[in-house]
């Protein structure tokens, strides 16, 4: 049956079943009728044709006769497989936007698709923009991020009212105040309301349609009804499928066929047909359910590969249906064996299920249409219906099972129900639901409380699902909370009526106490449930996002104003907290090292930490509290914290909570009675989340001020706190965060090494720069309020005996448990926490935040300048995303772009800011401290012109609030008690071991630092105490200060401690004179410092002297050799010249030992050709710039990242492939390059045995070079070769030929006569008459190795060489045949294969040649561009040639060059080419005239200049046939206007030039006479010029590199004449405009002239003459702005095999064109598997790839099977790389970045760089690994 449902429309297929009686003749029953038969009729298997069929029975019960207010232009009905919103815009119909005030955008994210966030106008991180709103709105100076989305079913909130700071003004969706004034009565109402006892669930009748809508249509009421019938039977039947759905697919294959068989089914037959579904997860790859499916159910791998994409990409698949249960239930085992979710089913539910998943489908699709104009009316009879509950439930199952899924929800509803089941459905509907519910929200307002509410009262449900039993929690409809709990009006509102942030807290309460039943978390839960922290819960990874929907709840203002109202809230939540008090305590190992190191902490601080930024949110909504609402508070927590610190019964932990004891301590003559604990014996936890609550709350110091208090009858906090609880609790509660300070000090220290690297990793957490202000800064503020609720000095004390200091700063320096270098670590930790606690006060004054980031952005850049990146780490993460951040951050900094490649860019703080900079700030560590201290003297040093300068410290500032009292902590007698020991000890120390102790100067800093801000603050008091408080020997502190003013071990302090005395001078005057010692000593000390600082002075500065002078010498040597070069090589042969040493065996390298150059040889395809019938490059040939040797006029760079307006102006990618130069006009050949270095030919035979050894031994690395192709890496620069090339270190070349040219000619002729014919040569030249020479082809079948030669000694090592040439160009000619356009003879005949002068040494020069356009300098001609080792190449390169005729005629006693040389003569002059001698039938005008010249330098150099003038004229005469060819295809309309001719003296007459060249050909004649016509001679002329100047720069570089000083650059080069000018000139050539004199040139350009007219190759206008690109190369244009990719990618960039836009894309760079990256659609499976890149490599550019990974927004570089990774050319406003788009910054291209990937591309150097990269990494499988 299924085969005819394609032959039949679905009208018929009614009329087919058996039974007349049960024609329906209403749409709903037919559909009733199909679905419910559906499974069998179909026999259990679902088709594509299932699906049409289902859709058309669908979309008929759906529209009754009304099809035509859905269909477009009157269409009856839908295409098959189509639906209807495809149909709908694909004519067009969402074209015209509908803009309607108050209205949100609510576009639908697709997956892929690009979304926008700008912190400065969003809310919170929640809120998007699709790209059309965000290009649509200006976010000038923003802070915009961009990112990819992952999953379908975000919506944008352009147009929502209260996802915004304020209006964006997007044109498409305005402002409306009605809204706004709507949403925010609503808060009012709801604030004040009563909430009801039972909740009232809104339920579809209740919601009214949408307001103010205007695109309303008549709907008939006939069709409301219709369409309402149809999805609610719809949705029902899924309703109905589920009820009898496993919950789980975790190895719930039932163990026995018996169990099978009784599963709960829909299937009212009960038939035991069954059928084996694979469920999608997020830890297996694809390889291993292939190789899986592969063997168990024996499908191919292709089937295999194809289920296994759809098990991804549908979220399930069946792969195995049959009633043999038996035999499903083994293969159910093999598959569960693995851990991979399976499930079998009954055949018949299974079908039904993916029956729903069309439904699922088809309501998608009903959401995304429109009836008529109305966008609104199918969504809004959606929402209602999915908001009323099931009718008539058929399935016997939903009635029994009703009361055990919802026992908790009153009268269910559809929707209730979907989300329950959601667990039960797969991917593809779970998120085309949440695309449905999405979609909802967006109609009303009311909409969204609906959804919101229905989803609150099944919110516990979802969460059980989510933590407990799903097995793909990506897809899980809890991250549908985010789009809800983020709205500030819907949370108030949940809140309010749903509780649901109580039942959030329950949640986690029962979750972390494992009170777990049935895969369910019990409720309530039991309060006293203990905690372990080994349980499976911590284990688990999915807790985090149920703290963060917490979070977002809690953060919405009017949810704030709840928390901050109502007891209940903070009653509840530190209950919460309660549980994690003290977890996971540590105890110290102190004799031996703990045998086992759990890392259970680590889950353990992801929890707390995800706690305390719940802590953070809740503590911050009482700034809303009055006075009696946060005192009430703080008193519920101090209770909470009290009952599980103090309280004891039996159950109590007695780890965690150790009892309190209490000892009496004496200190300094006063006894304190505080807590008794040790640190080192305790045990102790780093997480106390009740004190980081209390701590939030005292934060609100504005309303603890003592003005406020008094309003209620409190004198200040320490009434506040002391109302309920003694001052013996105060101090319990204070103390374990002291004790947690302690334990730092102690770790710090290395007190507790013994308790391994867990206790390293949770000091590092705690400390964090990142994390630390939830935890660690709490700790601290909670010890600093202590200070002014209680006693300053007991306060102390109990520092001092918890950091067992006491007997330390009571004279004792001998330490019972701490050795030396413990103690003064401990003294230092002290100090620390002693100076933050005294001096911080951020929190105690309620620092705003933007100063607060103000302050760390400072500080953290007050130690040098950095990147942003590393500045974010040094900061809070609340601060970095924070919306000022990025404000501030430009208000404080410089920010320095990034110039070269490896730069990336930097902010530097103003020099205004340092004075902001405080060296003490308490996130500093000691060496950055030590860091900033240098900064700010050298600063002060300048700026004062001190020599030593002192850094007073700035007052503390509080001037409100209870810390105002906390600068009374300075009169403190213990705190000059302990500055006195703190001095006193290590002066004794010092004086008694000759000696600083350790950690010395960082003590004595911190001491005189205390001591200077307690001047600052206390001066009076302290002066007193100071003056008048003895301590050991009858000493103050004033006696002390005075021994170390002048103290000799430091005398860096003096200046510090000046200022100290002159202070304390000030109010005891008397006092310090007193003990001062006299300035006259002081003196002394002081001059022989000076003195040691003057000789050192004077010591550099002749230093300094002497450098100069010699720099100055070596500078001159310099200048004098590059006089002397050019003299050397004419003058002194004799010497032998040696060329530097071997690189293996270091010898010397001259004649005596045969030696070469390692070079690499590569086929490529980088040269262009002159694209025909492309108007835009002919254009790009006018306007080309007359000199190539000087720096291209780049696009103006306007700095990074670029300007707004650039930005704003820059051109959408609209081309398919990025204006990349199309593929087929390349042209195919050997490139050959060279690293520099040499070595001896025997030192390379042994060194390449060592490279085949090393293969052998490393037999699974994926190595860098590839012995096949007779590949080796240079040992030095580690650069690729494969040949080795003969150095030439024979005499110099012959005197070069000066005749006048015609007398050369006419002598040429002479000897041409005198000699006799030679047939032996005319054998060696190809038979079809072009004159090449086949002794000179890659493959000639004639070549021998040097093996089978026997020659003289001497040339066997010129042959051995030649032979690694010759085997490696054969190699790659053998496989390219096919990408050459010669003619050649047949494989084994003579002359077969590449052209070597023309497609090696050719080849390579234009190479050079190409990458060297655009650069240069004033002065230089191209020649002078190229290096020394690259001229030694092209000479290696010519004298393989020259080898190659000597091995031919070697009989000869010239190795036959004469004879070549005649043959070159003939070939040119036409006298010759046509006579009976010799048989050129071939034109000479169809051979490229460049090759002839290479031949001439290799055989007869000295006749270049001659033959220079011939290949000139004959390039000329080709560039104008080719001209004809190109211009008759093009219209010059679209050409650019020229003005007058420039370059008359040039090209004289070039009309008259133009007509004779083509009087041969009729045909070509009328072509070139109406080109003439239409394009004018100006124009002309400019092509002549642009076409020839690249033969003109090959030209020199070949004849420098033959004759290096007979075409020296002239050292009066005139630099106001054009490279064409200067290089005829340099050549010697006579100008085209000097023809008529040149009668001789005359007569050769007529020959070939005619030779060319009267050849086929005219006849047919296809010319055969492919003229060469002639501007610079650039690869494809990447737009400005990454985004940018995005708009149109459907456009732009689409996969061309597989026709998608692909999920990761690269784009070729050679040519623009879109591949899919490492994806399973597009792979090679003919070469191992590799993916598209490599194919498409093969077929775009041979073997390099060079490719711009989009997503992971890095480059791709490949090279024959191998590849690396490179550096992207984007980065982001920060000037910084973002791999993988990890930061989601817009991200700009940086231009030298850009240049360099085009430098390494034209210098053919990716070959080598991949293998650098491969060599200093060794992989174990493939470089894709690395």
Known sequence: MSGLSSFFPSKLLGSMHSNPRERQTDPLSRLRFTLETMPGTRKYNFTPATRAEILAELYDAFWGQYAHLFLPNSNSSLPLHATLSEVQSSVGQFKNLQVCPGRPCGHIFKKGESCFRCKDCALDDSCVLCSRCFEATDHTDHNVSFFIAQQSGGCCDCGDVEAWRYPISCPYHPYSPETAEYISSFERKTLHNTPRAHPKSLTGPDIPPAKNYPYRVHVPTELRESIGRTIGYAIDFVLDTLDSSPDETFMATPPSDAILRLQPTGDPLMLDQFAIVVWNDDKHSFDEVIELLHDITNRTREEALQIADRIDDQGRDIIEMSSNSSRLLDMARAIAQIDLGVTVRRAFDTFREQVSAVIIEWLLDLTRSRLSTDALILREILASELLSPRKNTTSTLAAKEAGKVVPDVHDPTRLDWLFLYHARLWKKPRLNLKEIYASLLTVSHEHKLAIAS???????????AYLLTDREAETSIKYFALQLFTVPSVSLYIVRHHNIVSRLLAIIAAFFTNQITDKRITFPPNPDAEIDVDTFPFKSKRFMPVFSDLRYLCHNKPVQELIAHNREFIKQFAQTCQIFMCINPNKRAASSHVEYETDAWISVFNVTLSLSRVIKIYGEAFSRATVEELVGAINTVLHHILKCITVVDDRRDQARFPPVVFHEVVYGETTYKIIDFDVMDGSISFHHSLQWLLAELFKHVDILDEGMLSTTGYKNLRDVCLQRVNEDALLTVIDYPLRVLAMIAQIRTGLWVRNGFAIRGQLLHYRDFMLRELCYDQDLFILQTALVVLDPNTVIVSMLDRFQLLGYFSGATLHPSYDTSHLSGMVEEFFYVLITILTESASASKMPLAVAVRREIVHALAVGPCSFTDLVKRVAERMVDDVCFERVLR???????????????????????????????????????????????????????????????????ILSGPFVSLSSAFESEVLVQIFFYGIYNILTLTDATGAAPPSAEAILDQILHLIMVALVERPDVLSGLAAHKAYEEGQSLIDVLCVFEYHEKYLTYRARVQWILDQIALHQQQEVRSRRRSPESASETEDPKEAKKRAAKARQEAIMRQMKAQQAQVAFNFEDLDDDEDEDLTDTPEAPVSYGTCIVCQEELNSSKSFGSLGFVQPGRQLRKHPDGLQSYTNEALTCPDTMDRLAAATADSGFPPPVAEIKNVQRVHSTNFDAFPPQFTRFGLHASICSHMMHLDCFTVYSASIRQRHRNQATRNHPESIPRKEYICPL???????????????????????????????????????????ILESLQFRTGSGEFVFWTAQDSAYQSHLRVTDRPDSTELHKMVDTVMVVVKNISQQSRHLRERTEPEPGERGAGMYLPDELVGYTISSLEVSLRGQGGPGKTVADMITDPQYRMIRGLLSCLTKLVSLSLKSRPDEGREAVRQAIIKRLLPEWSRTSFTSFSHPLLLRDPFAILVETAAVAPDMLKHILVLTYYAQLARTVIGLVYILNKSRTTATTALGARQYEDLFGDTRMFFMSVVRHSPIFEQAAESVLLSFGESRIEQLLYAFTLPF???????????YPSAFATPSDLDESICEYRRLIKMLDIPPLAQLPTQDTIQNALSGWCAHYGHSHAASQLNCGVMLEYTSI??????????????????????????????????????????????????????????????????????????????????????????????????????GEVDVSMRRGRRQYLHRARWEEVHKVWLSHGIPTLIARRLEGTVDSGGWETL
């Not at 902001?916 to 300048?942: I, Q």
């Not at 070769?1281 to 012959?1294: A, C, E, F, K, R």
């Not at 006419?1306 to 047939?1319: E, H, N, V």
Request: hydrophobic share 40%; net charge positive; charged share 25%.
């Open 891 to 957: 208000e404080v900094a410089n920010f320095k772009a990034p110039e070269s490649t490896a730069d990336f860019g930097t902010y530097e703080l103003k020099d205004e800011a340092f004075d902001e900079v405080n060296p003490f700030f308490y996130h500093y560590t000691r060496n950055k401290r030590e860091e900033v201290e240098v900064v700010l003297r050298t600063r002060l040093k300048k700026k004062l012109d001190i020599q030593d300068p002192v850094i007073v410290p700035k007052k503390l500032n």
């Open 1673 to 1774: 190369y650039r690869l494809a244009r990447l737009p400005l702005v990454l985004d940018h990719l995005y708009l149109d990618q459907d456009k732009t960039m689409t996969c061309m095999r597989c026709k998608t836009v692909p999920l990761d894309a690269a784009i070729c760079l050679f040519c623009g064109i879109t591949v899919c990256f490492q994806s399973h659609c597009c792979m090679d499976f003919d070469n191992q598997a590799r993916g598209e890149c490599n194919l498409h490599t093969r077929e775009c550019s041979g073997p390099i790839g060079l490719y711009f990974l989009v997503k992971r927004c890095s480059l791709l570089y490949l090279y024959a099977n191998n590849g690396a990774f490179g550096q992207s050319p984007y980065l982001d406003v920060h």
């Open 1277 to 1319: 620069c580690k650069s690729l070769g494969n040949v080795i090339l003969p150095v030439v270190v024979t005499t110099p070349p012959p005197e070069i030929n000066t005749l006048a040219f015609s007398d050369w000619v006419r002598a040429a002729g002479i000897s041409i006569l005198k000699s006799k014919p030679d047939p």
């Open 1592 to 1602: 003109l720069r090959r030209a020199l570089i070949l004849c420098r590199a033959t």
């Open 454 to 464: 229905h989803f609150a009262s099944v919110y516990h449900r979802i969460i059980d």
